[in-house]
Nanobody, 125 residues
Framework: QVQLVESGGGLVQAGGSLRLSCAAS????????MAWFRQALGKEREFAAG????????DYADSVKGRFTISRDNAKNTVYLQMNNLRPEDTAVYYC??????????????????WGQGTQVTVSS
């Protein structure tokens, strides 16, 4: 049984930083694309960032490009999202997702096979 467990969310002031982690169990993820999606209250879930199985390719939504960095440590079965210069509009529940055996990164949430339970990020102005 595959489980994805996010951690690292919290409350931060605008301009601050947070680092999210997503630990996978039940599967070795070194052949899988991993991504972070987010969902703000009253809005649809949207793609934030994704990284290919080797870490050689990363993709970012325009809204986070230059501020967020996604990375992975396959030896630890973990993916990270470093979020800098946070803005109030980044407030959302952040979800980790896994896309089995994909080459590259998809922004389509329906392509992803497994999801974490989410972690809340709140940015105050």
């Amino acid at each position: 049984q595959v489980q994805l467990v996010e951690s690292g969310g919290g409350l931060v002031q605008a301009g601050g930083s947070l680092r999210l982690s997503c630990a996978a169990s039940g599967r070795t993820v070194n052949s899988d694309t991993m991504a972070w999606f987010r969902q703000a209250l009253g809005k649809e879930r949207e793609f934030a960032a994704g990284i290919s199985w080797s870490g050689g390719r990363a993709d970012y939504a325009d809204s986070v490009k230059g501020r967020f960095t996604i990375s992975r440590d396959n030896a630890k079965n973990t993916v990270y999202l470093q979020m800098n210069n946070l803005r109030p509009e980044d407030t959302a529940v952040y979800y980790c997702a896994l896309d089995k055996y994909r080459f590259g990164v998809s922004r389509d949430q329906y392509e992803y096979d497994y999801w974490g339970q989410g972690t809340q990020v709140t940015v105050s102005s």
